[in-house]
T-cell receptor, first 113, second 112 residues
């Protein structure tokens, strides 16, 4: 069935460095790709998303890139800060136009002060 | 505007007991979802409701039932709880033009 693979599972960076998280998806009909941030004990919250008709989207220190041919997309966080420490989940919409999401397994990001 | 609310926050059940998890949203969203979150496995969709009166199975529906009581409320029922259902359960809703899913605070369920 459809799946989303996410790497790495853990990532430790020094404050101020960049962090990159990568996801691949299997359903070629997927057309919506959100990223969620989940702090410890809290609910997931959307931080950025991208549709299949664009290749890149940026919001301040966060950017997402999408390569539909290769079926992968990435989250880039620049100038990382300790408050960026959290678990990040990528997701891809199912190809049945319902916008049901398939989530990756998550990346635990630790930003060292 | 409370967003998405869930009750209870925590629950401990014995194997074979039943319970219902409640979810409500005040954003006038059409779509609502139930997920379970297990360590290292992300969020997996249990059931989905595209609109009032409709429900559909997700990736892991076995052992669960749902009711879309009205546009606001979507409940998840465990008829006979099993230890494999120990998890954190999140409800979410979506219905604006952005397709963003808004999550509730979660219910931590332990089945012994």
């Amino acid at each position: 069935g459809e799946n989303v693979e996410q790497h790495p599972s853990t990532l430790s960076v020094q404050e101020g460095d960049s962090a990159v998280i990568k996801c691949t998806y299997s359903d070629s009909a997927s057309n919506y790709f959100p990223w969620y941030k989940q702090e410890l004990g809290k609910r997931p919250q959307l931080i950025i998303d991208i549709r299949s008709n664009v290749g890149e989207k940026k919001d301040q220190r966060i950017a997402v890139t999408l390569n539909k041919t290769a079926k992968h997309f990435s989250l880039h966080i620049t100038e990382t800060q300790p408050e960026d420490s959290a678990v990040y989940f990528c997701a891809a919409s199912r190809g049945d136009s319902s916008y049901k999401l398939i989530f990756g397994s998550g990346t635990r990001l630790l930003v060292r002060p | 505007n409370a967003g998405v609310t869930q009750t209870p926050k925590f629950q401990v059940l014995k194997t074979g007991q039943s319970m219902t998890l409640q979810c409500a949203q005040d954003m006038n969203h059409n779509s609502m979802y139930w997920y379970r979150q297990d360590p290292g496995m992300g969020l997996r969709l249990i059931y989905y409701s595209a609109s009032e009166g409709t429900t559909d199975k997700g990736e892991v529906p076995n052992g669960y039932n749902v009711s879309r009581l009205n546009k606001r409320e979507f409940s998840l029922r465990l008829e006979s709880a099993a230890p494999s259902q120990t998890s954190v359960y999140f409800c979410a809703s979506e219905g604006g033009h952005s397709y963003e899913q808004y999550f509730g605070p979660g219910t931590r369920l332990t089945v012994t």
